[in-house]
C-alpha cells in the first residue's frame, strides 16, 4: 500500500495529475493537456488521481480511503479528485468521481463541494478523462454560477426521468415514492483510516436516477449483500486499542489544578474507564450479538468514548464544564456535525446532527456511509442492530451521555 501511495506522490509532483497505467486509454492527449493547464491555473492546490479501485483492493474500493491515506502519508493541502470504482461499466451508473479536501481555510477537512462532484457525476461522460476535465473546470467557477449549474443539471435529469417513466407507462418521480425509487444499493461502511469500510455495489441505470431532496426526510434504504472484512475488524480494533491507551497515559500525565474544573476530570475518569469496560467486552466476547455484531459495534463505541474522554480531559485542563460533542447520526466517526436532517427507520421520524459529508451526499443525491453491520449474511444500519446502548442512543446523537447508557447496557 505505502508503494502505491509513494508512486502516486510522485506523480503529482510534477503537475498534479496521476493517471495509472491501467486507466491510460481513458485519457486522451487534449483531456490530459486541459486538465493540466486547469490544475495548474486553479487558485488552490489540486490533485488529479486516476486509479482503478476496486472492492477487494487495500483501500476497500474507496476513493475516501485511497485519499485519506494518501495525505496523511504526504500531508500536502489542497483538493483532491479521485476516480471510483464506477468507471462507465454496464449497470453501475456511468463514470462518478470523488473528491476530499485539506488545509483550505475556512472551508473544513472533507468532502469537496457536494455541487461540483454532483454535476460531474450526473452528467454521462463516455471517457474517465471527460469526467476529470468539466471537474477541474468547475473547479474555477463562480460558487453562483455553480450552483445554477447544479441546479440544471439536476432539473434535466428530472425531465428525462420523467419522459422516460411517461414513455414507459411507469409513474414519474413524486407518484409513488415506493415504486419510483432509485435502485441503489447502499454501502456497508467503516472508519475512514481504521475503519470498517463499505464495500460499493450500487446499480443505477440513467432511466432510473432520482435526487433525494434536501426538503424532504430521507428514507434510510435496505443495504445489499456484502461481507465485512476480517482485516478491517482488526484494524479497527487495533485504532481503538491505541485511543484508549494514549488516553489514559494522557490522563496518568496530567495533573489536576486548583483552576481545573473537577466535574470534567471525572468525566475523563468515567470515559476512560467506560471504553476500557467494552474493550474488554469484545475480548472476552461477552454480551456478544448474532454474528458478531457487538464486537464491531462495541470497537466503535470505545473509539467515540476515548474521543470524548478526550474532550473532557481538555476541558478539566482549561477549567470548562464538559458536555459531551455530537456525534454524525449515519456514523459516529465521521466529522463533526453542522447540522441536522429528518430520516426515517423503522417506522420512526427522526431529526438526527448529521456531519458535512453525509448532509453533502443527500443534498447531492447520493447515499451517505453509513455505518453497517452483518448479520446472518446481510447488512444492517447499526441504529436497527439492537445492539446496546449504541443503537437507541445512536453512539451519543440521540441521547448524550454514553456512560450511564453503558451502565445500563450491564
Known sequence: MNDDLTLIHEGLSDDGVFVHPDLAGQFSADDLAAITEQVAASDTPVFVVAWPLATNDAYAGKAADL?????AQHPE???????TQFLGSPGYGGIQLEGRQWGLPPEPDGEMDYQLLGTVN?????????AFRQATELLGTEPATLTRTYEKAVAEQNAEYRAEQEASGRP????????????????????VGAVVWNRITRWRSRSERR????????????????RIREARHRELGRTADAEVLALGEAIDDAEIGATDATASWQAALDHYDAAKQVLRRRATGRGEAPDGMAGVLDVVGALVLARRGRQALADARAGRAFTPGPVCFLNPLHDTPTGTHDVESGGRRLQV??????????????????????????????????????????????????VTALHGRR
Do not use: N
Open 172 to 191: 414519474g418521480p413524486g407518484d409513488d415514492p415506493d415504486l419510483t425509487g432509485l435502485l441503489v444499493a447502499a454501502l456497508i461502511v467503516t472508519v
Open 122 to 130: 450526473m452528467t454521462d461522460h463516455e471517457t474517465l478523462g471527460a
Open 67 to 71: 485519499l485519506t491515506r494518501l495525505h
Open 353 to 402: 446532527p448529521l456531519c458535512k459529508a453525509c448532509r453533502a451526499a443527500l443534498r447531492a443525491g447520493r447515499e451517505p456511509e453509513t455505518l453497517d453491520v452483518e448479520r446472518r449474511g446481510e447488512p444492517v444500519h447499526y441504529f436497527d442492530s439492537g445492539v446496546e446502548p449504541w443503537a437507541s442512543t445512536g453512539y451519543g446523537a440521540l441521547q448524550p451521555d454514553l
Open 211 to 226: 435526487r433525494v431532496k434536501a426538503d424532504r426526510p430521507y428514507v434510510l434504504p435496505a443495504s445489499a449483500v456484502v
Open 77 to 83: 493541502p489542497g483538493q483532491y479528485l479521485s476516480t
